[in-house]
């Protein structure tokens, strides 16, 4: 019974943990050069915003801007090798020792993580390249689309992409654009793929 209580809480703390970081890495990293490291602000606040900003190119408007959608490759396992370190440092703390509950609440929760990080990066690239996809009228995702197209108006806001929880600890959250300029956007947007 104490290891389901682990794995729950070991996914609880595994989605907060994920959001808060999510939001911290956003608003820290990916918005500022830190300590001389330019690569995450460079590839995010000034190359990304740049070609995807809040009106009609939120949405891809070039091929050749693909590339700049998501993470590079190597960010994943990076960044999974720096939570490891905390990660696992917390499971040590929490279980006490290399135990059963050290080996369920580490893998839980970095799983988690994983999971979070290839959630971001989908909902991510789905947000800005359009395809028609099953979900994209549903009200959750243009809940969470709304959320992050209002982050390309105002940076400073909504740092959050797949779960706002981080933004409303934190109080970061600002509400999403109007669905007319969604709308608006996506009729720009569609009429520059067909030609007219």
Request: charged share 15%; glycine share 6%.
């Amino acid at each position: 019974m104490l290891i389901v209580i682990a794995v729950i809480s070991a996914l609880a703390g595994g989605i907060l943990y994920s959001s808060l970081f999510e939001w911290t890495l956003h608003k820290f990293v990916m918005h500022r050069p830190i300590l001389g490291f330019r690569y995450p602000f460079k590839a995010h606040a000034l190359t990304h915003h740049r070609i995807f900003s809040w009106d009609a190119t939120y949405l891809l408007q070039r091929d050749e801007d693909l590339s700049n959608v998501t993470f590079a490759w190597w960010n994943f396992p990076a960044l999974l090798g720096i939570n490891a370190v905390f990660v696992g440092g917390v499971a040590l703390a929490i279980a006490g020792g290399l135990n059963a509950y050290f080996w369920t609440i580490g893998p839980v929760a970095l799983g988690v993580l994983a999971a979070y990080y290839f959630t971001y990066e989908y909902l991510h690239f789905c947000m800005h390249v359009r395809t028609g996809r099953w979900f994209e009228n549903t009200a959750w995702f243009r809940f969470i689309d709304d959320h992050h197209r209002m982050h390309h108006r105002n940076p400073r806001s909504n740092l959050n992409v797949v779960l706002p929880l981080a933004d409303f600890l934190l109080r970061t959250k600002a509400p999403g654009l109007a669905p007319v300029y969604r709308l608006a956007a996506e009729a720009r947007r569609d009429s520059i793929l067909s030609g007219r």
